[in-house]
């Protein structure tokens, strides 16, 4: 095979690696104000052991820390009306199931 074309490989291979990394990014950085605003206007539980949980935690990033955050496997008698984990609790309102950014924003009003 000709250097040439060994170079061409490596490259079109880069850039199909590089694409696959930005199209599969499932989340944007969420920022320290929106996650505190968030955490400010929501309880958000939680159960040790939750895959989707987790998937929840990691849109968050680093500011997960700011939310508030039940877990209904330690904390059980903070759960008594949680069927499903995750479940937050918005103005009294529970939402199920894992939530977008944006739908968070918009339902807590950040």
């Known amino acids: ?56 935690k990691e849109i968050f990033g680093d500011n997960y820390q700011y939310l508030d955050i039940v877990d209904c496997w330690v904390e059980r008698d903070k759960c008594p009306d949680i069927r499903a984990t995750p479940t937050w609790v918005i103005d009294g309102q529970q939402y199920l199931g894992k939530m977008t950014i944006d739908e968070l924003k918009e339902l807590t009003g950040c």
């Open 1 to 56: 095979m000709e250097k040439r074309s060994v170079i061409t490989i490596i490259i079109v291979l880069a850039i199909i690696i590089v694409a696959i990394l930005v199209l599969t990014r499932s989340h944007p950085d969420v920022s320290e104000k929106i996650s505190k605003c968030i955490g400010e206007n929501s309880v958000l539980y939680v159960q040790t052991g939750c895959h989707v949980c987790e998937a929840q």
